[in-house]
């Protein structure tokens, strides 16, 4: 039916090579079907490596390694990484290296940088969504709170937009999705223009 506008219909299904269940539950919020393949690959940093390029290149890494284990279905993958002036601010190793992480982004803005890349059997998509993100200058008590209740150890910067972070952010330029992980109408824009079956 030319009026079906079903999920299925809108949206085509596709692969997710992540383990986030904040980019799975992304995906789930906005109605896109897909299924999660997790990808193993190396997540060091090259030698004097931009951010950009950095989660750019993992993000593709991602979604190659994938692709050659499924068939036919598109593979989406992305990676994000925080950037505070140059240094880039991966995850955490521990509740320690959290409250460290935490303590330098109180009272500055800093970028979270989301590499996307959607594979098919033919062609890969790639780009980069940033956004600034202010926090509250934060006292030892609340540095120590956010260090534990935030969960930090999955998650680049040690914190969580959408969860206790959310007490102490000041303010966002751009894309909130994108913060939490997964910058939904960039992967929505790269899919459609790239595959020529924009709506």
Known sequence: ?????????FLPPIVLASASPRRAEILRSVGWPFQVIVPDIDESPDPNEMAAEYVKRLAVGKAL??????DALPVLAAD???VLGDSIIGKPADFAEAKRMIGLLSGRWHEVLTGVAIATADKVMADVQRTRVRFANLSEREIEFLSRAGNPLDKAGAYAVQ?????FIEAIEGDYWNVVGLPISLVYSLYFRNLGTKK
């Open 1 to 9: 039916m030319p009026n079906d506008l079903s999920k299925e219909n």
């Open 65 to 70: 390694a994938v692709r050659d284990r499924v």
């Open 80 to 82: 994000t990484t925080v």
């Open 163 to 167: 969860g206790a972070a959310a007490l």
